[in-house]
C-alpha cells in the first residue's frame, strides 16, 4: 500500500524524468532556437504540442493505481505546455491527454473528473501565456496546476458512487497530486532561463552587426562596385560566410566567396528567391537547398534593403553546408540589413547633398552680378578718356575677378590666392565710388588654405550695405591675423551698421532675401569649420569675422 510520502516522492520522480528530458533536449540546437523564438511557425507549433502530449499521456501511464485513481503528472505537462507556448499548444496537450485518460478507463470513477480537469488546465494555462507578466508566470503555473487538482478531487467527490469510495480516494491522492504540481514552476523556469538567453544572443548579435556596420563604415563614403565587394568581404569573414552578395532591385552589385567566378558585376538577378524577397519585402531562409544554381549551396539567407519602407537592394549569405542559418544568425543578418540600409540611404543623401553643394559653389562662382558688370565696364569707359594707365588696370582687375569666378573648384586654395580675387573686386568698386571708398588691409603672413569665395561676400555686403548706405565716405578694413593656433579673417566697415534683428534672423537661418550673401558665407563657414559667422555691431559700422585653424578640416 502506497503511502503520501511515497506518493509524493513518486510524483516527484516522474516530474523529474519530465524536466531530464527537456533539458537534454534544449541542448539541441534546432528545438533550442525554436525555443527563443517570439512567434513559431505551424510546423514548430505542431512539434511543440507533441512533445508536451507525449510528456501528458507518459504522465498518465507511469501514474501509480490507488483504488481506481492514478496519481500522475498529467496536470503538469498541460500546464507547462500552455504556460510557455500559449493557448493552442495548452489546449491541444489538455484536450488529448484528457480523452486519453479518459479512454483507457471508460467507466473509472476518476475518469470524467480527469478529463473535465485536464481540458480546463489547458485553457486556464493559454490565458495564463496571453495575460500574465512574463517573470510570473510560473508563480500563476503552480496556482493553476494546483486548483485544477482541486477540481478533479471535488469532481471525484461529486460524481463518485458511492460516495464513500470517492472520499477514500480523495483522501489518499489530493496531498500528493496538490503538491506535486510544485514541479510545474520548475519546469517553466527551466524553459524560461532558455528564453533568456535569447537577449543575451540578441546583444552578442547587435555587437557583431554594429562591428560589421562600424568596420563597413568607411565603404560607405562612396559607394561602388569596389566598396559593396569590400563591404560584402568583412561581412564575410566576420560571419565566416562561405559567400555575400549585395544587389539593387535588378542586378548583382557584389558577389564575394565561393562561386564568384559564375556572377558578372552589373548581370541581371536570376534567383526567384531574391525577386521574391524584392517582391514581397520579407527575408527568406533555407536551411537545404537542393535545386541552387550553384549546387555546392545548401544554406542561404536573403534580406531585403529598405528605405523609406520601399525596397531597394537584398542582402545575400551563402554557406555550403545544411542547416547554417540559425536563428541568431538570422537575427543578426536582418539588424546588419537595416544598418546598411540607412547607411545607403545616408551615402546617398550625402551624394545629393554634396553634387547640390558643388552646384550652389559653382552658380555662385560663374554668376557675374550683371549690375556689377554693367557699373564696372562704364567705369573702365569713363577712366578710358582720362587716365588710359589706370584703365588698364581695371581691365586687368575684371579679367582677374572673372576668372577667377570661371575657374576656381570646390577644393580648399591658398588664401592669398582668395585676397588676390577680393583685391580685383576692391579695385573696381574703388573706380566705381572714388572717394566715398577706402580699403585697407592688415595682412599677416600665414600659410592656410579656405574654401574659394568666402571673403569676397563680405567685402561686398560691407560696401552694399554697409558703406553706400551713408552719405560720407567711409572705410572697409580686411584684415587676416595670426593668433598661433588659429587665423582670424575679418571684414569691418565704418557704414550704417547691421541691425541686431538681422544678427538673430542670421542665426535662426530666416534670412531676408538681401542678405542671402551672407547668410550664404555664414551656413558655409559653419559646415567646414564647425561655427558661423561672429557679427558685432560697432560705432559706427559692422565688424564680421570668423576663425579657422591652422590644421585645415
Same mark, same amino acid.
Given at each position: ?19 531530464? *528530458? ?11 532556437? *525554436? ?12 512539434? +511543440? ?17 490507488? &483504488? ?73 503555473? +503552480? ?5 485544477? &487538482? ?117 548581370? $541581371? ?5 531574391? =525577386? ?29 534593403? $529598405? ?26 543578418? +536582418?539588424?546588419?540589413?537595416? +544598418? ?10 550625402? =551624394? ?56 576656381? *573648384? ?18 573696381? $568698386? ?40 551713408? =552719405? ?28 541686431? $534683428? ?52
Amino acid at each position: 500500500m502506497n503511502t503520501t510520502l511515497e506518493m509524493l516522492i513518486h510524483i516527484f520522480e516522474r516530474a523529474a524524468l519530465l524536466l531530464i *528530458s527537456l533539458f537534454f533536449m534544449i541542448r539541441i540546437p534546432r528545438f533550442k532556437e *525554436s525555443l527563443q523564438k517570439d512567434r513559431h511557425s505551424p510546423t514548430e507549433r505542431a512539434i +511543440i504540442t507533441l512533445v508536451f502530449c507525449l510528456f501528458a499521456i507518459f504522465g498518465t501511464y507511469s501514474g501509480i493505481n490507488v &483504488e481506481g485513481s492514478l496519481v500522475n503528472v498529467r496536470i503538469v505537462a498541460v500546464v507547462s505546455g500552455g504556460i510557455l507556448f500559449g493557448p493552442w499548444v495548452g489546449i491541444i496537450t489538455g484536450i488529448v491527454s484528457g480523452v486519453h485518460r479518459y479512454l483507457i478507463d471508460i467507466g473509472g470513477i476518476t475518469s470524467i473528473p480527469c478529463l473535465i480537469t485536464s481540458i480546463i488546465a489547458g485553457i486556464v494555462s493559454g490565458y495564463i501565456n496571453r495575460r500574465v507578466k512574463r517573470s510570473l508566470r510560473w508563480i500563476y503555473g +503552480i496556482a493553476a496546476g494546483m486548483l485544477s &487538482e482541486m477540481l478533479t478531487m471535488i469532481l471525484i467527490l461529486a460524481m463518485a458512487n458511492p460516495f464513500e469510495l470517492g472520499l477514500d480516494i480523495v483522501s489518499k491522492i489530493a496531498f500528493p497530486m496538490i503538491i506535486g504540481e510544485v514541479n510545474i514552476g520548475l519546469i517553466v523556469l527551466l524553459v524560461m532561463s532558455v528564453e533568456g538567453e535569447k537577449e543575451m544572443i540578441a546583444a552578442r548579435q547587435a555587437k557583431l552587426a554594429l562591428d560589421i556596420a562600424n568596420k563597413t563604415l568607411p565603404y560607405f563614403r562612396s559607394i561602388n562596385s569596389d566598396s559593396l565587394k569590400k563591404i560584402c568581404s568583412v561581412i564575410k569573414n566576420e560571419i565566416k560566410a562561405d559567400a555575400v552578395a549585395i544587389t539593387d532591385t535588378h542586378n548583382v552589385l557584389a558577389y564575394v566567396g565561393f562561386g564568384e567566378e559564375r556572377y558578372k558585376i552589373g548581370q $541581371e538577378i536570376i534567383s526567384d528567391l531574391t =525577386k521574391e524577397v524584392i517582391h514581397s519585402g520579407k527575408f527568406i531562409i533555407r536551411n537545404k537547398v537542393e535545386d541552387h544554381h550553384t549546387p555546392q549551396i545548401h544554406s542561404l539567407l536573403i534580406v531585403p534593403f $529598405e528605405e523609406h519602407g520601399e525596397v531597394t537592394g537584398t542582402l545575400k549569405i551563402y554557406y555550403r553546408k545544411a542547416y547554417k542559418m540559425t536563428f541568431s544568425l538570422q537575427t543578426m543578418a +536582418i539588424g546588419l540589413s537595416q +544598418i546598411i540600409s540607412t547607411l545607403m540611404e545616408v551615402s546617398r543623401i550625402e =551624394k545629393i547633398r554634396e553634387a547640390a553643394n558643388r552646384a550652389e559653389l559653382k552658380a555662385l562662382q560663374t554668376k557675374i552680378n550683371p549690375h556689377f558688370l554693367f557699373n564696372a565696364l562704364n567705369a573702365i569707359a569713363s577712366t578710358t578718356r582720362r587716365n588710359p594707365d589706370k584703365a588698364r588696370e581695371l581691365i586687368i582687375n575684371l579679367s582677374g575677378y572673372m576668372r577667377y569666378n570661371l575657374e576656381v *573648384s570646390d577644393e580648399l586654395i591658398d588664401i592669398h590666392k582668395e585676397l588676390e580675387q577680393v583685391r580685383d573686386y576692391v579695385q573696381i $568698386e574703388m573706380a566705381r565710388f572714388g572717394n566715398r571708398l577706402m580699403v585697407q588691409y592688415d595682412i599677416d603672413e600665414v600659410n592656410v588654405n579656405i574654401p574659394s569665395l568666402l571673403i569676397q561676400p563680405l567685402v561686398e555686403n560691407a560696401i552694399i550695405h554697409g558703406i553706400l548706405k551713408e =552719405k560720407g565716405p567711409g572705410v572697409v578694413t580686411i584684415s587676416v591675423k595670426d593668433l598661433g593656433s588659429k587665423v582670424r579673417i575679418s571684414v569691418k566697415d565704418t557704414g550704417d551698421g547691421i541691425k541686431e $534683428e538681422v544678427i538673430q534672423q542670421l542665426q535662426q537661418d530666416d534670412v531676408p532675401a538681401n542678405k542671402i550673401g551672407l547668410y550664404n558665407v555664414h551656413q558655409r563657414v559653419k559646415l567646414i569649420y564647425g561655427h558661423g559667422l561672429v557679427i558685432h555691431r560697432l560705432s559706427p559700422g559692422t565688424e564680421v569675422f570668423f576663425d579657422i585653424e591652422k590644421e585645415n578640416p
